[in-house]
């Protein structure tokens, strides 16, 4: 019992800093849309994304992002923001990839943090504390 009385708190400040960590892109969308914009096309090689199809991706990221800070579904929710943030990370590769034209330092925060949202997602069960369902304690 005493070496996990430190796992729950630990989960759930994991699932507070992820949640803080993809907060602000969601944010940008709804007051820099033409910045959101801008990185789609530089980073994820999306062009044309209109600022009302950019608003809707996120209302869906808030949407995911809720769920997620809450522990609803965690299934789903987990599953979904470490899915998406890897397949960025993919998409993305030549930012994190050093020696490269496009390699860029601060990206690679990305990494740890995807690696704390896959092993969040292995750990839900475990995750119950402040969550749907879970305990306050």
Known sequence: MTETKFLKPALFLTRLSIFYF??????????????????????????????????????????????????????????????????????????????TEGFNQLFLAAIPAAAAMGLLWMLRREDTLLSVGGKLG
């Open 22 to 99: 993809l907060l602000p892109w969601q944010i940008m969308r709804f007051t820099s849309p033409e910045s959101a914009s801008g990185i789609a096309k530089k980073y994820y090689h999306v062009s044309g994304l209109s600022d009302s199809l950019g608003l809707v991706i996120g209302v869906f990221w808030m949407a995911l992002l809720i769920a997620f800070l809450i522990g609803l579904k965690k299934s789903v929710s987990y599953g979904l923001v470490f899915i998406l943030h890897a397949g960025a990370i993919l998409i993305a590769l030549p930012a994190y990839i050093m020696g």
